[in-house]
């Protein structure tokens, strides 16, 4: 059981360049989110969906694009680098339905993005 | 204001002791609450969720206290597995259940 899937795991572009993390999960999950950790600042919302076809902005949405055609994926987008979004992103899932408030939230390894 | 805070840390402690986290929130929609662990260069794991009534698991023990709208951790006897960052969690209920992490609190636990 893969659980959650993030690709690629690291990457290095040039500012301008665009780019789209995957995160795929295979639990059937109703919500996925997108965040990013730098330090000192912890985990920021960037954008979450609560279901296929569906996305909302998080705290810091500026800059990055989301897409969940598929209920399995939840694709993170740039369309224009800055070096400001340098940072580690992880992206997560949660079960929805009775008890959706206390379902644990999965998470993927994480994608070490550098723009230079 | 951040929506959940916490106090950064480090702290350092030695094997054996007792420590105490604490967050806070400011959103009175928050509906559920939790902590993760975040070992260095890793996902977040959820810990343990955090009831009204308080709740225990083994060597950790969780409280809320709704009213002031804090959440706080205990961990007894620590141990040297114990270091870790810890993160607070809330969900809002915002038509969405909303997932919000605060900064995390460092822990470190030495021989």
């Known amino acids: 059981n893969a659980g959650v899937t993030q690709t690629p795991k690291f990457r290095v572009l040039k500012t301008g360049q665009s780019m789209t993390l995957l995160c795929a999960q295979d639990?059937?999950?109703?919500?996925m989110y997108w965040y990013r950790q730098d330090p000192g600042m912890g985990l920021r919302l960037i954008h979450y969906s609560v279901g296929e076809g569906t996305t909302a902005k998080g705290e810091v949405p500026d800059g990055y694009n989301v897409s969940r055609l598929k209920k399995q994926n939840f694709l993170l987008g740039l369309e224009s680098a800055a070096p400001s979004q340098t940072s580690v992103y992880f992206c997560a899932s949660r079960a929805a339905g009775q008890g959706a408030r206390r379902t644990e939230a999965f998470f993927g390894q994480g994608t070490r993005l550098t723009v230079v | 204001r951040k929506e959940v805070e916490q106090d950064p840390g480090p702290f350092n402690v030695p094997e054996g002791a007792t420590v105490a986290f604490n967050c806070t929130y400011s959103n009175s929609a928050s509906q559920s609450f939790f902590w993760y662990r975040q070992d260095c260069r890793k996902e977040p794991k959820l810990l343990m969720s955090v009831y009204s009534s308080g709740n225990e698991d083994g060597r950790f023990t969780a409280q809320l206290n709704r009213a002031s709208q804090y959440i706080s951790l205990l961990i007894r006897d620590s141990k040297l597995s114990d270091s870790a960052t810890y993160l607070c969690?809330?969900?809002?209920?915002?038509?969405?259940?909303?997932?919000?992490f605060g900064a995390g609190t460092r822990l470190f636990v030495k021989a």
């Open positions: 969690v809330v969900i809002l209920n915002t038509g969405g259940f909303k997932t919000i």
């Open positions: 639990m059937n999950h109703e919500y």
